[in-house]
């Protein structure tokens, strides 16, 4: 039977909602990864860093900014160091200027996709999937990238239809 996986990052503190700033104790992407897991099943790795974005918006926006910038890779609190035992990926995370953080490209990067199929969902406040559709062509060499999803984090926690519905018709 074909085995599935989530990786997924998501960040707990202040966010935005449709213009104003709120504090969250649940991610928004957290709410699609339960979504996931539910419709199909899947075993489930979280991305954590070591050293952990501020709580704060702003500070975070900045702070991931520099990070682009720089080309930095975050260090993990655990690796995932094989994802041989799955057939089918799912990657999973919050749009950071346009793609996922870089932690989360960082741990992409040192996998072997060769023969994976990989789904990306991204939750974002106005930039649909950015261009993480293309990055995650470009990182998950020799995987086959499925059709990717995007879920305004606003309404993450009420998309569960819509991503479940995704969900199943990427395995069909
Ligand atoms: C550092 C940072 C950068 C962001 N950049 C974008 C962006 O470029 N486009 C966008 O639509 N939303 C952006 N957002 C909003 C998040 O993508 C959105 O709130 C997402 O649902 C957060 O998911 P999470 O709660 O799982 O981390 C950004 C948020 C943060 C903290």
Redesign the pocket.
């Known amino acids: 039977m074909a085995k599935n996986l989530v990786i997924y ?4 503190g202040e ?2 909602f449709g213009g104003s700033i709120r504090s ?1 104790a649940k ?4 709410y699609c990864v339960d979504f996931i897991k539910n419709a199909v099943g899947a075993d489930v790795f979280e991305v954590e860093t070591v050293k952990e ?1 501020s709580k704060d ?1 702003t500070t ?2 900045e ?2 900014k520099a990070e682009i910038k720089s080309g930095e890779r975050p260090a993990l609190k655990k690796m995932l160091d094989s994802i041989a035992d799955y057939d089918n990926i799912f990657v999973c ?6 793609t996922y953080p870089c932690a989360v490209l960082g741990l992409l990067e040192k996998l072997d996709w060769n023969g994976k199929n990989v789904f990306g969902l991204m ?6 999937l ?1 261009h993480s559709d293309r990055d995650l062509k470009k990182i998950c060499v020799g995987a086959n990238v499925g059709k990717c999803l995007a879920i305004n ?1 606003s309404r ?1 926690a009420d998309s569960e239809r819509e991503v479940a519905d995704w969900a199943k018709k990427c395995l069909r």
């Open positions: 990052y998501s960040r707990r966010n935005y969250i991610g928004n992407t957290e974005y918006y975070c926006t702070e991931a995370g919050p749009c950071w200027w346009g939750t974002h406040e106005g930039s649909g950015g984090g993450a």
